[in-house]
């Protein structure tokens, strides 16, 4: 997860923005190109007045670790 400030209906409307650029192409990076996992997602959401973007794999070849490796250097190209 990672933490995108405070709610206010300005922000979500962006992350909402931003989730629909992300989720495709974290899809087609990390189980298209990587082939990572069966299961890739990512999504926003709003809790508790925080806006957070999740992402996840379910992978049975590649450690936590390399996971999140992977995400970093994904969120890291993306931007």
């Given at each position: 997860?990672?933490?995108?400030?405070?709610?206010?209906?300005?922000?979500?409307?962006?992350?909402?923005?931003?989730?629909?650029?992300?989720?495709?192409q974290?899809?087609?990076?990390?189980?298209?190109?990587q082939?990572?996992?069966?299961?890739?997602?990512?999504?926003?959401?709003?809790?508790?007045?925080?806006?957070?973007?999740g992402?996840?794999?379910?992978s049975?070849?590649?450690?936590?670790?390399?996971?999140?490796?992977?995400?970093?250097?994904?969120?890291?190209?993306?931007?």
């Amino acid at each position: 997860m990672i933490e995108e400030g405070k709610f206010s209906f300005k922000h979500r409307a962006a992350q909402e923005i931003l989730a629909q650029l992300i989720e495709p192409q974290f899809y087609n990076d990390l189980r298209t190109k990587q082939q990572t996992g069966y299961i890739v997602w990512s999504w926003a959401q709003e809790e508790l007045n925080q806006l957070l973007q999740g992402f996840a794999v379910q992978s049975a070849r590649f450690s936590p670790e390399s996971l999140l490796y992977r995400f970093d250097r994904f969120l890291e190209e993306f931007l």
